[in-house]
């Protein structure tokens, strides 16, 4: 039975992820702000599953349904009134990372924080100045999440959803520079086909929901 209040869980979505995932996990073990660690098993080939549940955090495997679909997998497998999401395959965050992402939407400053990975200290200041910014390091309330809907949720185009929903609404979204934080890339992951064609795959789903969130009234 638990006994302390759950205030902030942390969602993985994974697929394929068994060489990164434990290193996410490590730190997210670390961060007393995390009250509840969730990851979704996205329909992996590999041993993700296995090296999550290693470290004693909830694992729900599910079949491949995409990055989306896992995401409200986790939301909905806990009550915690906010939720922070990491991509499985970053490196370089820590409890200071978390911190500036979660303070100002519980104290509730910005209704979103969306974290900036270290591109450099130019394009960390431009990127929200000229575009919507996708990552997958962000904190938000549980119930703005639920209430984001649409076939471009269930995949990469949940990103951008997210932004448009709040643009629309007039939600204040804070973005949040995340220094030393990178990606194992898609080619490292799995080779330079078969990342190269993950990639495409990924920027079709993104592109595909920028052209519907150009369409909303």
């Given at each position: 039975m638990r006994n302390k209040k759950i205030t902030l869980a942390a969602v993985v979505p994974a697929y394929n992820e068994a060489e990164n995932i434990g290193t996410v996990l490590a730190i997210l073990k670390k961060c007393p702000r995390i009250d509840e660690i969730i990851v979704v098993d996205d329909g992996s080939a590999d041993k993700t599953s296995q090296v999550a549940a290693k470290y004693g955090v909830t694992v729900i495997k599910q079949k491949n349904q995409g990055k989306g679909v896992a995401m409200k997998t986790g939301v909905k497998a806990t009550d915690a009134p906010y939720i922070f999401?990491?991509?499985?395959?970053?490196?370089?965050?820590?409890?200071?990372?978390?911190?500036?992402?979660a303070r100002p939407v519980i104290e509730k400053?910005?209704?979103?924080?969306?974290?900036?990975?270290?591109?450099g200290s130019f394009l960390v200041w431009l990127l929200p100045k000229i575009a919507p910014v996708l990552g997958g390091e962000r904190v938000m309330p549980r119930e703005l999440f639920l209430s984001l809907s649409g076939p471009a949720t269930r995949d990469?185009?949940?990103?951008?959803?997210?932004?448009?929903?709040?643009?629309?609404?007039?939600?204040?979204?804070?973005?949040?520079?995340?220094?030393?934080?990178?990606?194992?890339?898609?080619?490292?992951?799995?080779?330079?086909?078969?990342?190269?064609?993950?990639r495409v795959r990924m920027v079709g789903q993104i592109l595909r929901a920028e052209w519907g969130v150009m369409r909303m009234k």
């Open positions: 999401f990491a991509d499985a395959d970053i490196l370089g965050f820590n409890n200071e990372h978390l911190e500036a992402l400053n910005a209704m979103m924080t969306v974290g900036l990975r270290d591109r990469f185009g949940i990103e951008t959803v997210m932004n448009a929903y709040c643009a629309k609404k007039h939600l204040a979204v804070e973005y949040v520079s995340l220094k030393g934080v990178t990606q194992v890339i898609k080619e490292k992951k799995y080779g330079w086909w078969r990342g190269f064609r993950a």
